[in-house]
């Protein structure tokens, strides 16, 4: 691979990434564990680091860049916008917000939206919108599920179903409770007088790549209207396309019966969303979409002219390439190929996982790689290290889960090419 991508003089490179590296160790707070490389451009589904060095980045930024890197339209956007506004205060109108609220609600039914910026953010004001709906009745609890993700403020690590991230942050906010993802049962049992709604990812992103099933969404809008409590769902990473619909529980329950019915009580988003603009928003359905009224809720940034015109031009440039359909295509493609390498090297991996864009490959546990070597380290984040010396990102998903979730305008090609330098690498490994 090295060969064909001739690299600048090695002592100048060296130079680069120790001068980035040093800024980070000396004024950046040392909150994430980060990989030893520092990104300089991309285009398309690639990046450059300091060095010149190309990787096939099938990342996307976590679920972000859903256009690509350095998307020209997405440049024209941002020009065009930023020329007339950039930033007004929510204490006024403006027509990129309305617009872009308005596509939201033509995706999904009838509602509104509230735009912030974030999707920590977008998934506090769903914990909101629940405890505003409960409050006359004194409910406020949320029950959310094990191995959930939904973020870093203090209500989103208590909402999230992982101990690692509420470590050292106790006391942690009161509210929620967690239960086995795909249980119904579990949460039937766990309904007290105080909750009030139900949060879930349609496909956890964090916790490992799990789609939620058929049986258990359709359960819990069944549950949830039985005891008058909100489903709400966080589609910050599983949302906007990734699955191959605009929300994965579409995607999900494609052909089942009674399906068509199913709709959430409330939505957050992020991510794709703004194409890697920062922007996040909720949606709640009618008749909720009214619940937050005015003073109860805001934040400076949301829904900016800015952010919003990228956010329509994602949309636009989404819907005219028909890349839905693409992302669902060649993710079942990408699927097959993950799950060929479990049957071709079981000694490593354990096959594929996922819908759409928003894949995993599970790995054996370390002790059964004979390579994984570091015994520190978790088997995701050493078969990451090789991948980007091969020239390939992908995002670790827990301990044993790597996670593709590319750009919806990845080729075929490219495709082919991540599968081929994951297949080599996975090689090297059995
Ligand atoms: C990334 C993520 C979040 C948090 O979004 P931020 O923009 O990092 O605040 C919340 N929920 C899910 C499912 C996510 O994947």
Known sequence: ???????????????????????????????????????????GSYVWDVSGKRYLDLGGGIAVTSLGHANP???????????????????????????????IVRHLAPGKVFFC??????????????????HDEGRFEILTAI????????????????????KGFEPIVPGFRHVPFNDLDAVKAAISPATVAVLIEGIQGEGGITPASVEYLLGLRKLCDEHRLLLLMDAVQCGHFRSGRFQSFQRILEGA??????????????????????????WLREPFQD??????????????????AVANKVFE??????????????????????????ETYPGVVRGGRGLGFMLGLELQPKEAVKAFRDVDRPASMQLCDRLHDAGLLLIPSGTQIVRLLPAFN?????????????????????
């Open 317 to 342: 440039v989404i819907e005219r390439d028909g890349l839905a359909g693409h992302v669902r295509a060649l993710g079942d493609w990408l699927k097959t190929e993950l799950n060929r390498l479990g």
């Open 291 to 308: 619940l937050l009224g005015p003073g109860s809720h805001g934040t400076t940034f949301g829904g900016t002219p800015l952010g919003c």
């Open 73 to 103: 339209e997405i440049t024209e956007a941002l020009i065009e916008q930023s020329r007339r506004l950039v930033h007004v205060s929510n204490l006024y109108f403006q027509g990129p917000q309305g617009r872009l609220a308005q596509q």
């Open 1 to 43: 691979m090295k060969e064909l991508f001739p690299t600048s003089p090695a002592p100048i490179v060296h130079n680069q990434f120790n001068e980035v590296r040093e800024l980070f160790s000396r004024y950046v707070v040392p909150s994430y564990g980060r990989f030893e490389i520092a990104l300089s451009h991309g285009a």
């Open 117 to 134: 910026n974030s999707g920590a953010e977008a998934n506090e004001g769903l914990y909101k919108v629940a405890r505003k709906f409960g």
């Open 257 to 282: 019966p009674d399906a068509s019915a199913f709709l959430p009580d409330g939505i957050s988003m992020a991510k794709s969303l703004g194409g890697g603009f920062p922007i996040g928003a909720f």
């Open 147 to 166: 191995n959930s993700f939904h973020g870093r403020t203090l209500g989103g690590i208590a909402a999230t179903g992982q101990e690692k991230v509420k």
């Open 410 to 430: 990845l080729s075929r090609a490219q495709a082919e090419e991540g599968v081929s330098i994951l297949a080599s690498v996975i090689r090297s490994l059995a």
